[in-house]
């Protein structure tokens, strides 16, 4: 789902090649891409407007970490921030005495039913509950007769139909059945409506009041473009919703709506419906959510690969040697290899948004991964002693380890600049590491 605004931040993100800490201009620029990008995946403006600043105010300034883009830093931050705006996964809520009633609440079709059914197979499967459902819509034709229909394949209890019966005497029957049969939750599936309409919100209230459900679960088709804001508002502020569920995340839907809801709301989505099968629901994770939003889970996960693996392994060893303001040629070698463990190059390029530059990249990858062996192969052609201690390799020396590495002699000596510069670099990071010690070692 949500293929529209992935494809536009993956756009956006491209350009963003240079390394280094993030700039003002850098996070403004991929900003104003993803602001537009927000927009056109129907987020509600005041939900744009506070999540852009709340990424800036995080971007700017911030380190990339070595062995990923800009761009993929910025795509993390994005994803952490809209992870928090999603808000934190929240099972539903049962703490209330027996039989606990739940109020299903949204618009005609927006899959309430076969989420009323899908939510108490759940409950009986995962948590032993004894589930009684019971649809209270009696102006759709047969659609007390489809929960029936539900009900019998989910192997819950359904309240038997009584013709002519009104909604709010059908959900106070239905929670004198719970109490007297022993149920512990009762799903009551509100009559859908096309549009909100004031006498169908005014019914449901009814409902409510006579019921005071535990949970008031708002369902809405993730199709829903920027009604979703309005719907979420109206329903909240009408009848009082607990938490959400967004159906139909198994299409292409827009991701924006899941976002503006939440945020206008303040309440948490709590399931995901990602199929017309009974067991097709979801618990809601931010962080998944976030990266289909994005379209970036991959990247996500790579950075965090990245972060992890490089970072958390080769610190350590990287801090002990850093003590000593060492770094020789197997140090860069580790280095090289640390690279390639965090996966095959083009397999990490093939994740990166920008589906129609992905040609390009993975040829551009092959030379990356090309480029790395031959340093390594460089590396490789040397002696231990060479290799612990540069200064050795000389014109015949350099000679001898080209001609092993099948490369030429310039490759070897913009090895050996390349590894003096990051040894000079150690040295100070030393340096600063030492008096920093004294600082903190020394009253
Ligand atoms: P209601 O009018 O809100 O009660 O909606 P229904 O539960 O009757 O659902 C309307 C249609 O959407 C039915 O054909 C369902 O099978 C289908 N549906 C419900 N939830 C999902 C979902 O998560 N994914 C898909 N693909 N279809 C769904």
Redesign the pocket.
Known sequence: MFESLSSRLGDVFERLKRRGALSETDVSEALREVRVALLEADVALPVVKDFIASVKERAVGQDVVRSITPGQMVVKIVHDCLVETLGTAEDINLAAAAPVPVL?V?????????????IALRLKTLDKKKVLLASL?IY?PA?QQ??EI?ARQADVGSLPILMGEKPVAIARRAMEMGRREGYDVVIL?TA?RLHIDEALMAEVAEVRDAVTPTETLL?V??MTGQDAVNLAREFNEKIGVTGMVL?????DARGGAALSMRAVTGRPIKF?????KLD??EVFHPDRVAGRILGMGDVVSLVEKAIGSFEEEEAEKLAAKMAKGKFDLDDMAAQFRQIKKMGDLKGIIGMLPGIGKLKKQIDEANIDNRMINRQEAIILSMTKGERKNPDLIKASRKRRIAAGAGVSIQDVNKLLKQHQQMADMMKKVSKMGKKGLMRHGLP
């Open positions: 299903m949204g618009l005609q079709g927006s899959g309430k039913t076969t989420t009323s059914a899908k819509d759709r659609a489809q929960l539900l599936d859908g369902v088709d993730a159906t139909r995340v198994d299409g995901l419906g990602a199929g017309e097709a629901l």
